[in-house]
Each structure stands twice: as structure tokens, then as C-alpha cells.
């Protein structure tokens, strides 16, 4: 099926590199390629211009504040959107977590760490981690897991894989909201797919979102089936970039597939499988949606993960202190991951 | 023979794993075109006997869905518009332009990448609120319009542009923003395309925030609405909530499958943001 093939094109094949890319091509660009340009780009709207004459120069001079100028003004507006909504949120939210508040009252009353204290010595919250790591460990790993999977079947010349790369593909892109409402009619255990998969094995359709027990493994399974692709198409590209000469020799040396696989392959993916850890722990760690249609975070606090505790105890509740500090719990998580990411991803572009 | 039966296994693999990823879907489309015969029945049907389309009309008007559509359509368009257009001029600018400490302020705007959502939702609210801009258009669009990752993408993508085409236009006495008009933009199609798409699924799909920065039915969007619609049907009515859910599944589908390659590339790379 070529037409389905021709889908990825070759560019888009080199993506799990782009983000080690970028540290490298950030220092050339600002650094030498955008100064040249300009500079090169000065010389040729004003050609002849007497260098040492004082006119010039102060021509000169005048045309660099203009470009200051124009800069500032193509980027004021972005920076200040980010200003306001992006960074001053992280401060203010800072200062929310050291606060008592219902949201309403007119004066914030400072307690120090003691929402924090609150957090980690009693009630729900280490509960909440724990649902957290849980939930966490079931979508980041099954994602890795089944993506590699998937892209190691869809990487075999078989007939038809265009088509089921996009099948793969397509619920990544969906609606949580969306996707949460129609699961939770499969999971309807009267109505729905899960009794008749159920009853080809003789079994009863537990009662997947009404069950604590069985309440979280559902929403996984949602994530997992709205994540899978993504990881697969990461898995897929970085498999279509491996040097085939490694694999010619390792057919010589007469390895077998499984061998190549884990001491070749593997190895060779690692960059791919550390991004993707990444970026589905950062997306894992702000899945909202389909609990929010299927759960309500229960039932009995079940499916409630960090996310979930946030917007619950800061919306519902209306308990803006301990909401905040919940929301730095996370920003510190996610910053440790988010920091050995970019010390892993310069590391990799010193030895390249 | 070894060989084919293996290839028949890996093409029987290869089916499964289509039926496991289409099949909810399969569902969810039959399931709107069902009438409550077919749907609380068991064993299940898997086509509907007769198609029943009043499924359709009967969601549109359980919920304000000509609100939610309204106002997901125009939240939808004006914050793309505007999250691209800051795109569009920050990499311009970052690439084109001269200024001091420019690296040093590309740095400020990647690090916007690592705020998590949920972080800024507090304060956003707040924000928001001293606005006056709760349960109001603005209020839903503004804080998405800033763009560091689409920004970031076009900006790597203008870097690659050879310099002497931009260099002519500068020679026949092109300004700045004649030059990224004709000659940059036109140059970054596919790069702009890819992170208009993306824009555009996460507005659409956007979720909490919408969900806490109205308050009033006439005011909510499409996804919000579905919970909306979920908590007053109870799911009594699994006919009329799948066509409802169609509603907003429906135009991803159909720019995703329109434009698949753009969307593949700018989410793979887009997961960089989370």
C-alpha cells in the first residue's frame, strides 16, 4: 500500500530528536545564524553607505533601535499573555498555598506551611499520591509497553498498516470528555461491550465504575486506549530511524530476532523510550477529562489522582490553601521530571 | 510455509489491534443510530435494526447544543487566531530581529513549557475573575492566546530558511513585515499548518478550563456540555448522550483524517509541551 505509506513522510520520522535538537540549534541559531543575518541584511538595504561618517553611523545606530523596537513589539503581546497567565500564576499560586481562604473572604490569613504539614501527615492526601502513583505507573508503563508493541508490528511490511496506523492514531486526538462519555457506556456492566466480552468467557460484568476496586484500572484502560497510538507513532518513527547496517551485521553474526531485538534495538530506542516517559508522565499527570466524565474522582476518592484533588478541593470546596499546595506537589514533580529530561538531553548532545 | 504462517499471524495481529482501537468508536456511532430496543437488549446488537436519526435532534435539544456549538466554534477560531498569530510574529521576531538579551528572553519564553495546567488554574481563575471576565468569551479565550510551543516550532522551522531568499527581499527594499509576509509565511506553510492543527484540537477538546471559567449553560462548550448533559440525563438515554458525543467527536475526526500527516507531526513534537 504505498499511497497509505507516502502518510509519514521522511521529516516527520526524525522527531523524537527534535527535542535534544533544539538545545543544540538554540545556541547556533540566536547566537551566530540570527546576528549574521542581520548584520548581512544591514549591509544590503543600505549600500554604500560612508562607514566613518558620523551620518551613517548615526543612521546606523537609528536602524538598530528600530529593530529593537519592532522586536519588542512583535513579542509584547505573547510575553505579557505568558506574564499574566503562565508565570505570575506560579507565584501567586506559591503564595495561595501558604494561605488560609475560601475564595470569597476578603482577607487571605497566612499559615505558613501548615497546609503542607496538613498534606502529608493525615486525611486523604497520601491517599491521593498513591492513587497517583498507581494511576501513573499503569498509563506511563502500559503506553510504553503496548506502543513498542504496536510499533514493532506496524514497523513489518504487512498489508493493510497504513490504514491501522491511523486507527491507532486517531483516539489520541479525541476529546477526553468525549471519550470518557462513550466508555462509560461499554463499561455499562447491563448494557454495555464489557458484559458481552464478559460472557464470552462465562463471567459477570463487574461494575467497572461503580466498583473502588475496579473504578481505576477502567480509567487506565481509557488512557491507555487514547494513548497507545501516540506512543506507538513516536516508537514507530524512532524504529524507521535505526542504521540498517547494524542489522545486516547482526544478520552475518546470525543473532537471532529476539536477540537483536533486546541488545540491538532496545538500546538504540532508549532516547525515544526516555522521551516518551517523559512526556507521558507530564500528560498522565494532567489527565482530568475522562475522570471528570466517568468517576467524579470516586467512587470514594478511587480515582482520585492529583489532578483531580485539585480542581475538587479548589472548585468544590472551595479550600484555596490546601488546592495551591496540592498544585505545588504536582509543579515540584513535574519539575524534577521535567529538569532530568534537559540534563539527559545535554548530556546526549555534549557525547554527540 | 513457516513464513506464510507467520505472516498470517502477524496480519491476524494487525487485525485485532484495528477491532480493539475502532471498535469503541464503532460503537459509540452505532450506538447514536439505535433505537432503546436495540440498545437495552442483550446480547448487543451490532447494527442497528432501523436507524433511528432522532437520536440527534433529541440531544440537541436535551442541552443548549446550539450554544455549546456556538461558542466552541467561535472560542475555538479566535483562540487559534490569535495563540498563531503570537506564534507567528514572537519566531519572526526571534529570528529576524536583533535585540539584546534575545537568548537569554528565548529561554524565559521555553520555560512557560514546564508550568503544568493545573498549577495555573487557581490563579488563572483569579486573574480571570478581577477581570471581570468570568462566564464571557475573553474570559475563556485570553489565557490560551500566548503560544511558547508553537512558537518554538515555526521559530526551529524560519531557522532553516536560507538566508539569501530573505536577504534578496531585503536588497529590493522589503520591510519586516512585508518580508514575513510574503516570503517567510509562505516559506513555513507546513509548519504552519501543523501548529495551526494542533492549536485547534486542544481548543476544541479543552476541557477544564472552559468548565470552570463559566458558570451558565448558554456560556459552555461543546466537551463541558457533554458533562453537563451526562449529569441532567443521568445516561438515562444512551441513544441520545452517543449522538451527542458524535457531536463533538464528529469535525476532529474529520480534520484528523483530512489532515493526519500535520497533526502527526505537531502532536509528536507537541508532546513535548504535555
Known sequence: ?352 | MTTRLRRFGLHLLLALLGVLMVGPLYWLFTSSLKQSADIYTFPPVWWPGSLRWDNYPEAWRAAPFADFFVNSAVTTAAGTLLEVTNAVLTAYAFVYLRFPGKRVLFAVLLSALMVPGHVTLLANYLTVADLGWINTYQGIIIPGAASAFGAFLLRQHMLTIPTEIVEAARADGAGHLRILYRVVLPLSRPMLITVTIVSLVGKWNDFIWPLIVTNTDTMRTLPVGLLMLKQADGYVNWGAVMAATVFVVLPVLAVFFVAQRHIVAGLTQGAVKG
Open chain 1, 1 to 352: 500500500m504505498p499511497a497509505s505509506e507516502a502518510v509519514l513522510p521522511a521529516d516527520d520520522t526524525a522527531l523524537p530528536r527534535t527535542g535534544s535538537d533544539s538545545a543544540e540549534s538554540d545556541s547556533a541559531g540566536s547566537g551566530s545564524a540570527g546576528t549574521g543575518r542581520a548584520g548581512t541584511g544591514r549591509a544590503g538595504t543600505a549600500p554604500g553607505n560612508p562607514r566613518t561618517t558620523r551620518t551613517g553611523r548615526r543612521a546606523r545606530h537609528r536602524r538598530r533601535l528600530r529593530e529593537y523596537a519592532l522586536f519588542l513589539a512583535l513579542v509584547a503581546p505573547n510575553f505579557l499573555l505568558l506574564g499574566v497567565f503562565s508565570y505570575w500564576p506560579v507565584v501567586y499560586n506559591a503564595y495561595l498555598s501558604l494561605t488560609e481562604w475560601d475564595m470569597i473572604a476578603p482577607v487571605k490569613r497566612f499559615v505558613g506551611l501548615d497546609n503542607y504539614v496538613d498534606l502529608l501527615t493525615g486525611g486523604e492526601f497520601p491517599g491521593v499520591l498513591r492513587t497517583t502513583a498507581y494511576f501513573m505507573v499503569g498509563v506511563v508503563g502500559g503506553s510504553l509497553l503496548l506502543g513498542l508493541a504496536v510499533a514493532v508490528l506496524l514497523n513489518q511490511r504487512l498489508r493493510g498498516r497504513g490504514l491501522v496506523r491511523t486507527m491507532v492514531f486517531a483516539p489520541h486526538v479525541l476529546s477526553g470528555a468525549a471519550v470518557g462519555l462513550a466508555w462509560l457506556f461499554i463499561f455499562d456492566p447491563n448494557y454495555g461491550l464489557s458484559r458481552f466480552l464478559f460472557e464470552l468467557v462465562g463471567a459477570d460484568s463487574p461494575a467497572w465504575l461503580t466498583d473502588s476496586d475496579r473504578a481505576l484500572p477502567a480509567i487506565i484502560v481509557v488512557y491507555l486506549w487514547k494513548n497507545i497510538g501516540f506512543c506507538a507513532i513516536v516508537y514507530l518513527a524512532g524504529l524507521q530511524n535505526l542504521p540498517k547496517d547494524l542489522y545486516e551485521s547482526a544478520a552475518l553474526d546470525g543473532a537471532g530476532p529476539w536477540r537483536v531485538f533486546r541488545r540491538i534495538t532496545l538500546p538504540l530506542l532508549s532516547p525515544v523510550t526516555f522521551f516518551l516517559t517523559v512526556t507521558t508522565i507530564i500528560s498522565s499527570f494532567q489527565a482530568f477529562d475522562v475522570i471528570a466524565v466517568m468517576t467524579d474522582g470516586g467512587p470514594g476518592g478511587a480515582t482520585t489522582i492529583l489532578s483531580w484533588y485539585v480542581y475538587d478541593k479548589g472548585f468544590s470546596d472551595f479550600q484555596a490553601g490546601p488546592a495551591a499546595s496540592g498544585a505545588m506537589v504536582m509543579f515540584a514533580i513535574l519539575l524534577v521530571v521535567t529538569l532530568l529530561q534537559t540534563r539527559y538531553l545535554e548530556r546526549k548532545v555534549h557525547y554527540r
